[in-house]
């Protein structure tokens, strides 16, 4: 085929659509192949490409292209497939979960530190179960707690101030990457696998474990050294805890430093991107790197005989460029960016000039190629998305000269993005800054021009810290006003993904210089994404959602037109929880507004998240289990459960059964729980809470109207629950548990298990269903998230006995 140096009708376009296609279509599969068949598969594909790239006939014809797609993309398929393959084969025998392994290796990366102790990535040199060497995963997430945060119930040592390059020898337990599977919810799996990490744990460090031994420091992970060094040093310099977090994230990239008060104020005024090493802080620190290497490639004639200053103002600006995103971390984000911008350095420097669109597909294909799993990444379309957008919104010609036209067109620029992006931010996150490009405007000269230069000084000048954190300081107040203005963020229901798609498409006809009547078409495009309603059941039915949140309780009951939840499920840490990491963006992603949020009782594992509700949700009333002086009680008045109390929303009867008025006082907080069951037309549900045997011979013996299509499993399956008596008068034709994979209790116990089996009732549990979905208008049928979506790098647990109860009838 010759090649005339022109994309144009060419094969460039067609050979890059299928460098994109092929991963697309390949992230797809549920379940991965053997790494043969992928190789065969692009093998066969590669050869019949070079046929037809030699024989070149018909090399403008429209089949001919299509072909070149076709061959292109199954490539790109087969390569995206044995990578996955290959990666999948390393993981974590499952017959190593939960056991004391004896581990050496050397810290990969700075640790990260909170109330609860450290976590920090680790290489492994080598691997021992009781004296019998083992094979690990390369790359762990390990925990070092203190107490008994390590997930065993004896205390642990505190772990002294670790650094990155230190090598170690302890004992750990680990087990496969195991995170929460929720519709609309974030995929801790695939974070994973995108980094690499195929197995996690703790650090077993109790009295009865070996004490862990420090072997020495190494000069291995020097930029990890280098970045954990600077990063004390701006905590030691900045008595603020909050400005010094944002002054080390700017520096090292450790967003983890951002409290997550101030991450909520960044959010809700757009500009989160701004306050972590993104691609505009290593796209800004390329062109500035640029200009300083042409500036000074300029001054000496040799070195402009030598090579054009552009070609290496390009080259050193990308360099650079480079460098600072391997000292800031080297995320996933700014690898993203270094890709890009070697893509479009290497068509400058080759003498390309490709319109626009094969310009931005070719950066797009280098990427996908180097990381297929950046397609599953929101930060990934924001990015391509804007880009693409500001090419094809350039008005062309010489760029303005003037003050005042350069502002025009930066306000131009940013309008154009907040319009495209909108329907967007909506599908991936649920809501849409209103102040973000006021916020914008006036952040990111700041953040760009000001606080990161003065960041980065301090890392040579001490006091440029303390002015970059007077800087911070200002922007965060600016922020936080505007943040408190009435209508700052505007949240709806996550649209489905072609209104998502239709309404980019509809911002981008509104931002191009086309005829008005032209433009106008970009409104109807729009308004599916912006005006997007999540379907409600019919008036007389209602949908149940039991969240995965690990080891708690949280579900979403919603009828025609209310919402209640049933306990909040855990607090992970002192600044996250269930309500504000699964709940609040669940119930935001589903438009739904809380009326009524009950708690069964005190236990954190069912009120942990309850302060993110009622905070989110500011017109919810409080029906609960607590004893007075409860701090949830602060937040809302309170209205204890008793049996007895009823009411019904849209033909659905919600009824309290437990406890009673006439009951003793329960010195358990388990045996005080609020048991709910909840009526429609064609089923009904029980959420039990976490009652024990003794409440439920009292619901039996006072002829509690008990029967239920589905049950919520009392206390997760605890053998303390679930008596025969009480199973056969609920007679469930489902049973949910809600517990976190291996958890320390064992729940569900199986014996537990064994009784719903002997009377045929399919269970149904969140560490393998993930959250599970039930309607009364179908009550035979329940919808697992873990398998509904699966995808390959979901983790399959092993087949258990406990299996034969879980079969869908």
Same mark, same amino acid.
């Given at each position: 085929m010759h090649d005339d140096g022109s994309p144009g009708g060419r094969w460039w376009v067609p050979l890059l659509a299928g460098a994109v296609l092929g991963p697309a279509v390949q992230l797809q599969q549920p379940d991965l192949w053997g790494s043969a068949a992928y190789l065969a598969l692009g093998g066969a594909a590669l050869v019949l490409m070079g046929v037809l790239l030699v024989r070149g006939v018909g090399a403008r014809a429209p089949i001919e292209r299509g072909l070149a797609l076709l061959l292109a993309a199954t490539l790109a398929f087969g390569l995206c497939g044995a990578r996955a393959a290959a990666f999948a084969s390393r993981g974590l025998d499952p017959s190593l979960e939960g056991r004391d392994l004896a581990i050496t290796g050397t810290l990969a990366a700075m640790p990260q530190s909170n109330e609860l102790g450290q976590r920090f990535r680790f290489t492994v040199e080598e691997a021992s179960d009781q004296g019998r060497a083992v094979v690990l995963p390369r790359l762990l997430s390990l925990g070092w707690y203190a107490g008994e945060a390590a997930g065993g119930f004896e205390p642990q040592r505190a772990a002294p101030a670790l650094r990155a390059g230190e090598r170690w020898r302890f004992t750990v337990r680990l087990r496969a990457p195991h995170g929460h599977a929720n519709p609309h919810g974030f995929d801790h799996e695939l974070w994973l696998w995108e980094q690499g990490v195929q197995a996690t744990g703790y650090v077993r460090a109790g009295p009865a474990h070996p004490q862990p031994l420090l072997l020495g420091?190494?000069? %291995?992970?020097?930029v990890e050294q280098a970045r954990q060094s600077v990063r004390d040093a701006v905590f030691a310099r900045l008595a603020d805890r909050p400005l010094a977090g944002v002054v080390a994230a700017l520096v090292t990239g450790d967003q983890a430093a951002i409290d997550k008060a101030d991450w909520d104020v960044f959010r809700a005024t757009g500009v989160a991107h701004l306050l972590?090493?993104?691609?505009?802080?290593?796209?800004?620190?390329?062109? =500035?790197?640029?200009?300083?290497?042409?500036?000074?490639?300029? %001054?000496?004639? %040799? =070195?402009? =005989?030598?090579?054009?200053?552009?070609?290496?103002?390009?080259?050193?600006?990308?360099?650079?460029?480079a460098g600072y995103a391997l000292f800031s971390g080297w995320g996933v984000p700014a690898q993203r960016t270094v890709l890009m911008l070697a893509s479009v350095a290497w068509l400058r420097l080759s003498g390309r000039r490709w319109p626009w669109p094969v310009t931005w597909l070719f950066a797009c294909a280098v990427v996908v190629t180097a990381d297929p799993w950046a397609l599953m990444q929101a930060g990934f379309w924001l990015s391509f998305i804007a880009v693409g957008v500001l090419f094809a919104t350039d008005p062309g010609g010489p760029r303005p000269s003037g003050a005042q036209a350069r502002l025009a067109a930066l306000l131009r620029e940013q309008a154009v993005v907040t319009v495209a992006l909108a329907p967007l931010s909506l599908l991936m996150f649920g809501q849409v800054s209103l102040v973000g490009l006021v916020a914008n405007l006036v952040a990111i000269p700041w953040v760009t021009l000001v606080v990161t230069p003065l960041a980065m000084a301090g890392a040579v000048m001490g006091p440029a810290w303390d002015l970059a954190a007077g800087a911070v300081q200002a922007l965060g107040a600016g922020l936080q006003w505007m943040a408190s203005w009435p209508f700052a963020v505007w949240a709806g229901a996550a649209p489905p993904l072609w209104a998502g798609a239709a309404g980019v498409l509809g911002g981008l006809l509104l931002s191009l210089r086309l005829p008005l009547p032209v433009r106008a078409l970009g409104v109807p495009l729009l308004l599916p994404a912006l005006l997007w309603q999540a379907p409600r059941p019919p008036a007389g039915e209602f949908e149940l959602l039991a969240a995965d949140v690990g080891q708690g309780n949280a579900i979403i009951v919603r009828t025609a037109r209310h919402t209640l939840v049933y306990d909040t499920g855990p607090r992970f840490s002192t600044d996250t929880d269930a309500g504000q990491r699964v709940l609040v963006p669940l119930l935001r992603a589903l438009g739904d507004g809380v009326d009524r949020l009950v708690l069964s009782h005190r236990d954190s594992d069912h009120t942990g998240g309850a302060a993110a509700v009622l905070a989110a949700h500011p017109g919810a009333d409080l029906l609960a289990s607590l004893e007075p002086g409860h701090p949830l009680a602060s937040l809302r008045p309170l209205t204890s459960c008793r049996a007895g109390q009823h009411w019904e929303w849209d033909g659905v009867a919600f009824e309290i059964l437990h406890p009673a008025m006439e009951e003793p006082a329960v010195r358990k907080a388990n045996g005080a729980s609020c048991v709910l069951r909840v009526s429609g037309a064609g089923g009904s549900a029980l959420l039990a809470g976490d009652i024990e045997q003794p409440q439920e011979r009292a619901l039996v013996d006072r002829d509690a109207p008990l029967r239920s299509d589905l049950l919520l499993v009392p206390h997760h399956g605890s053998k303390t629950s679930s008596s025969d008596a009480f199973l056969d008068a609920v007679r469930p034709r489902w049973a949910l548990v809600q517990a976190g994979y291996r958890n320390r209790f064992g729940h569900p116990a199986a014996p537990v298990l064994a009784r719903y089996a002997q009377r045929g009732v399919p269970v149904r549990a969140s560490d393998r269903c993930g959250a599970a979905s039930w309607s009364s208008a179908r009550p035979l049928e329940l919808r697992c998230e873990r398998e509904a979506s699966g995808r390959y790098w979901r983790h399959r647990l092993p087949a258990t006995e406990a299996d034969g109860a879980t079969t869908t009838p």
């Open positions: 420091a190494t000069l %291995r992970h020097p972590s090493i993104s691609g505009l802080h290593v796209t800004m620190f390329a062109w =500035l790197a640029a200009a300083a290497v042409g500036a000074a490639w300029r %001054r000496s004639t %040799r =070195l402009c =005989l030598a090579w054009p200053a552009p070609h290496a103002a390009l080259a050193g600006g990308l360099l650079l460029a």
